[in-house]
């Protein structure tokens, strides 16, 4: 039996711009992958378990790239779904190919005995997480056209896309997941992980949990679009009455998250708060903090270029908001924030291509080749795939791009 190597034909990659896409994370539309792929690849997280996959076109040339998300608390309903691509696969390959899942993420290791029980015959590899993260990551900053975007509201025009471009070295990942880890990139197969906290989406989703009565992150951003952290933080015009001026502070600069929750004498209840506000302090809490924490490595490594990545942002302006405001403020703006529009899928993705050979187009890309233009300034949520208002397994056939 056989496990051969897939060719993936990037030229003319784009991302799925269906008004009405049925998925939360918009496809790859691949419309030169004429050879199907089989394998999948799968990224199991503390928190979310990622998932992609091709599925060839029934009535047009080529394909898709598709992209899932399953808590890992479901681990049991992820491998079903797991093996009901593979049976899928199955009816598209030939008798004596082996199929393949790539699987990373500290899950790869924790569940991989529970994946060979249910996936019989399905050859099973895992990979390097960072690795992983790094080959997914160049392919979308390479390959992909309106994939990297910056995002700053003070700006008229607050989203803003990035070229493609082949010159990305070096550059530094913040991979936010339920901790974060943070890599220096240097080339393709240069990298190292230069530091890391413990405080990253795990934590906002603990506490938000334990604070509010949101039972899924998507709802915990959600009530927090309407907060307002005036009422929990203590802000520097708190204490000084005005701006501190000769240290560049404004009055309504942080100066202590959650610092107007404690009072003495006073046994506080979260019910002596609204859920929005808690939500909304803890949001720019989590953010803030690994915001400067990727602006001192990066000042430290001398690197310019800063690459969000991690279920942790979701498309979420208030978060990006203020990553891009962190970096911005500390680096006196010699530093640029970018984000993806797939920065949930790195790993999953690299772990796909690493069975995978990239056949790429023979001319560079320029903005007048695609099809696609987007709007100059996109609705975030819109740019996600309406990420929040959409639960609608990714399988689903589509008829349009």
Same mark, same amino acid.
């Given at each position: 039996?056989?496990?051969?190597?897939?060719?993936?034909? &990037?030229?003319?990659?784009?991302?799925?711009?269906?008004?009405?896409?049925?998925?939360?994370?918009?496809?790859? &539309? #691949?419309?030169?992958?004429?050879?199907? &792929?089989?394998?999948?690849?799968?990224?199991?997280?503390?928190?979310?378990?990622?998932?992609?996959?091709?599925?060839?076109?029934?009535?047009?040339?080529?394909?898709?790239?598709?992209?899932?998300?399953?808590?890992?608390?479901?681990?049991?309903?992820?491998?079903?779904?797991?093996?009901?691509?593979?049976?899928?696969?199955?009816?598209?390959?030939?008798?004596?190919?082996?199929?393949? #899942?790539?699987?990373?993420?500290?899950?790869?290791?924790?569940?991989?005995?529970?994946?060979?029980? !249910?996936?019989?015959?399905?050859?099973?590899?895992?990979? @390097?997480?960072?690795?992983? =993260?790094?080959?997914?990551?160049?392919?979308?900053?390479?390959?992909?056209?309106?994939?990297?975007?910056?995002?700053?509201?003070?700006?008229?025009?607050?989203?803003?896309?990035?070229?493609? $471009?082949?010159?990305?070295?070096?550059?530094?990942?913040?991979?936010?997941?339920?901790?974060?880890?943070?890599?220096?990139?240097?080339?393709?197969?240069?990298?190292?992980?230069?530091?890391?906290?413990?405080?990253?989406?795990?934590? =906002?989703?603990?506490?938000?949990?334990?604070?509010?009565?949101?039972?899924?992150?998507?709802?915990?951003?959600?009530?927090?679009?309407?907060? @307002?952290?005036?009422?929990?933080?203590?802000?520097?015009? @708190?204490?000084? /009455?005005?701006?501190?001026?000769?240290?560049?502070?404004?009055?309504? !600069?942080?100066?202590?998250?959650? /610092?107007?929750?404690?009072?003495?004498?006073?046994?506080?209840?979260?019910?002596?708060?609204?859920?929005?506000?808690?939500?909304?302090?803890?949001?720019?809490?989590?953010?803030?903090?690994?915001?400067?924490?990727?602006? =001192?490595?990066?000042?430290?490594?001398?690197?310019?270029?800063?690459?969000?990545?991690?279920?942790?942002?979701?498309?979420?302006?208030?978060?990006?908001?203020?990553?891009?405001?962190?970096?911005?403020?500390?680096?006196?703006?010699?530093?640029?924030? =970018?984000?993806?529009?797939?920065?949930?899928?790195?790993?999953?993705?690299?772990?796909?291509?690493?069975?995978?050979?990239?056949?790429?187009?023979?001319?560079?890309?320029?903005?007048?080749?695609?099809?696609?233009?987007?709007? &100059?300034?996109? @609705?975030?949520?819109?740019?996600?795939?309406?990420?929040?208002? $959409?639960?609608?397994?990714?399988?689903?056939?589509?008829?349009?791009?």
């Amino acid at each position: 039996m056989t496990d051969n190597t897939s060719v993936m034909n &990037v030229d003319g990659a784009s991302v799925s711009e269906a008004i009405l896409a049925a998925n939360e994370t918009r496809d790859i &539309v #691949l419309p030169n992958q004429n050879e199907h &792929v089989a394998h999948i690849a799968v990224d199991i997280g503390g928190s979310l378990a990622k998932i992609v996959y091709f599925t060839s076109s029934a009535d047009r040339a080529g394909g898709r790239l598709h992209f899932k998300k399953i808590e890992t608390e479901r681990i049991d309903e992820c491998i079903d779904f797991l093996a009901e691509l593979m049976d899928d696969a199955r009816l598209l390959t030939a008798e004596n190919t082996r199929l393949v #899942l790539k699987a990373t993420g500290g899950g790869a290791y924790l569940f991989y005995d529970k994946l060979q029980q !249910k996936l019989p015959g399905v050859i099973i590899q895992k990979e @390097d997480e960072m690795d992983c =993260l790094i080959t997914g990551l160049n392919f979308f900053i390479t390959e992909i056209p309106y994939e990297v975007f910056t995002y700053n509201e003070q700006e008229q025009d607050p989203m803003r896309f990035e070229e493609k $471009t082949r010159d990305i070295y070096p550059y530094m990942l913040v991979n936010i997941g339920s901790g974060v880890s943070i890599l220096k990139v240097t080339g393709p197969d240069e990298f190292s992980r230069i530091s890391g906290t413990s405080l990253g989406g795990g934590t =906002l989703w603990g506490l938000m949990s334990l604070l509010t009565k949101a039972t899924s992150f998507d709802e915990m951003l959600e009530i927090s679009k309407d907060g @307002d952290n005036r009422n929990v933080d203590l802000l520097v015009g @708190d204490i000084y /009455g005005t701006d501190y001026t000769k240290l560049g502070l404004k009055a309504t !600069k942080i100066a202590s998250s959650f /610092g107007k929750v404690y009072k003495k004498g006073v046994q506080q209840s979260q019910d002596n708060f609204r859920a929005s506000d808690i939500a909304k302090s803890l949001l720019f809490m989590v953010s803030n903090n690994i915001g400067q924490i990727a602006y =001192l490595n990066a000042k430290q490594h001398d690197l310019k270029r800063i690459y969000f990545g991690g279920c942790f942002i979701r498309g979420h302006p208030i978060t990006m908001n203020t990553l891009s405001y962190a970096i911005n403020f500390w680096s006196n703006g010699d530093m640029k924030a =970018l984000f993806l529009r797939h920065e949930g899928h790195l790993g999953a993705t690299g772990a796909f291509l690493k069975h995978s050979v990239i056949r790429r187009a023979r001319h560079s890309f320029s903005y007048s080749e695609n099809n696609f233009i987007p709007e &100059v300034n996109p @609705d975030p949520k819109n740019v996600y795939g309406v990420l929040e208002e $959409t639960n609608v397994e990714l399988r689903s056939s589509e008829k349009q791009q």
